[in-house]
């Protein structure tokens, strides 16, 4: 098949300004359209939870209500438990009623700050309107998502005791009291969670702890930027520190989870949504989300606390 070259013509911000802000002023709703699919996109890939528990968005016919009043809730149904014998050829297993165990997850809304400006101060940024919309609103959405979904995490290590916090230096032999922790509750190790100044402590391991080619690769390499896994576990980190010292207690802490299926749900009822509304030369927008998150595992958490 031939191939075509084919032109794209660039654009000034300030021309995709204009244009932008022509349509808030003849359709706001296509302007917020237009907005939102751009902030979506950027939500996705700035919040860090959403690796955690991977985001499911509701119909609006599979949201259940409380009994209590009209808030929506999603009721998530829990794997019965079950056992095996071992019996004589003309035995039985005892006959014992099944029983479905569920949790429920409620919904709470996420919203930033609103932003006042007037369509000429706009018309003179230098910048494309809908990236700052991003920076300014969804970030700030981000953290709050990450921030929510880290406290979920602490109450059920807290719920938990002792047990399900590992403390040590930044070894080997740390990271494997935590995996031990975990697989004797007899759940899986999904991945770790933790801030990229944490993560940089993985420059102090030696060869003979992580193998002479990944810390040849830490200096010479790609560096420790482009590493997603530490000792063979998913890393999935993040660049917000004071939201892990002020969930954890402390800058030195960081979570260990299982995967999705043995820990829980982050629902969506309405994703990352821009709104705009306009009066005369002045333009009100804002970014705002309803989202639920629960875990109907505790098993699947432990809190790993670095010393010095």
């Known amino acids: 098949m031939s ?15 204009a244009a932008f802000l ?16 751009f902030t979506r996109d950027k939500l996705r890939e700035e919040s860090s939870f959403r690796h955690i528990l991977p985001p499911i968005l509701l119909k609006p016919e599979e949201i259940d209500r409380r009994v209590d009043d009209d808030q929506p809730y999603k009721i998530i149904e ?18 014992r009623y099944l029983t479905g165990r569920r949790y ?6 996420l919203k930033s700050d609103k932003f006042h400006k007037t369509t000429s101060e706009l018309l003179t ?55 031990k922790a975990m697989t004797s509750r007899r759940v899986p190790l999904g991945s770790i969670w933790i801030t990229d100044s944490q993560f940089s402590d993985a420059l102090t391991l030696t060869a003979s702890e992580v193998g002479f080619a990944t810390k040849e690769d830490h200096y010479r390499g790609a560096g420790i930027e482009k590493e997603d896994k ?33 820990l829980g749900k982050y629902f969506i ?19 705002y989300e309803i989202v639920g998150m629960g875990i109907g595992n505790g098993k699947g958490v432990q809190q790993i606390t670095i010393s010095s």
Do not use: H, W
């Not at 995490?153 to 807290?158: Q, V």
């Open 3 to 17: 191939r075509y070259m084919q032109e794209t013509p660039q654009y000034s911000a300030q021309v995709i300004n």
């Open 22 to 37: 022509n349509k808030v002023a003849a359709d706001p709703r296509n302007a917020a359209l237009e907005g939102t699919a």
């Open 78 to 95: 829990k794997e019965p438990d079950s056992n095996a014998y071992t019996i004589p050829i003309r035995g039985d297993t005892i006959a």
């Open 104 to 109: 429920a997850i409620g919904f709470f809304k």
């Open 125 to 179: 940024y230098q910048n494309d309107i809908r990236k700052i919309i991003a920076d300014n609103m969804v970030k700030d959405l981000a953290e709050q998502e990450d921030e929510r979904g880290l406290m979920l995490i602490k109450a059920a290590i807290n719920d938990g005791g002792p047990s399900y916090v590992t403390s040590g230096t930044f070894s080997p032999a740390t990271f494997a009291a935590a995996r």
């Open 230 to 262: 530490i000792f063979g576990i998913q890393v999935i980190r993040c660049a917000r520190p004071e939201v892990f010292s002020k969930v954890l207690g402390n800058n030195n802490s960081f979570v260990m989870v299982s995967p999705e299926n043995f």
């Open 269 to 287: 009822i309405q994703d990352a949504t821009l709104f705009i509304k306009q009066e005369a030369d002045d333009i009100e927008f804002y970014a």
